[in-house]
């Protein structure tokens, strides 16, 4: 059993940064992909990104590569999405994730544990 918190939401002007943290229980973390995803007001949970077993590989949809980084640290049981340059279309739910194996697969339906969410806002 793994449980996820997040943590890290908030309100941002547009261009701006945030960084969201992922907390995860249990000592399987390290051997869990870990992946971000949202759900934006009146849409699907979509894919954002994930992160290999050791944080040396990663997986973004192509709308957020460039701005959006997932990193991880295994010794904290941590994974991070850091967010920049912002904008309004970006708010959303944020929910991180977790899968066994090592296939960065971008369908929810892939991940086993999920956290209940984070909010972030974007203003503009």
């Known amino acids: 059993q793994v449980q996820l918190v997040e943590s890290g939401g908030g309100l941002v002007q547009v261009g701006g940064s945030l960084r969201l943290s992922c907390i995860a229980s249990?000592?399987?973390?390290?051997?869990?992909?870990m992946g971000w995803f949202r759900r934006a007001p009146g849409k699907e949970r979509e894919f954002v990104g994930a992160?290999?077993?050791?944080?040396?590989?990663?997986r973004y949809i192509d709308s957020m590569k460039g701005r959006f980084t997932i990193s991880r640290d295994n010794a904290k049981n941590t994974v991070y999405l850091q967010m920049n340059s912002l904008k309004p279309e970006d708010t959303a739910v944020y929910f991180c994730?977790?899968?066994?194996?090592?296939?960065?697969?971008?369908?929810?339906?892939?991940?086993?544990?999920w956290g209940q969410g984070t909010q972030v806002t974007v203003s503009s």
């Open positions: 249990g000592r399987t973390f390290n051997s869990n992909v």
């Open positions: 994730a977790a899968k066994s194996g090592s296939f960065l697969s971008q369908l929810s339906i892939h991940y086993d544990y």
């Open positions: 992160v290999s077993l050791s944080g040396s590989n990663s």
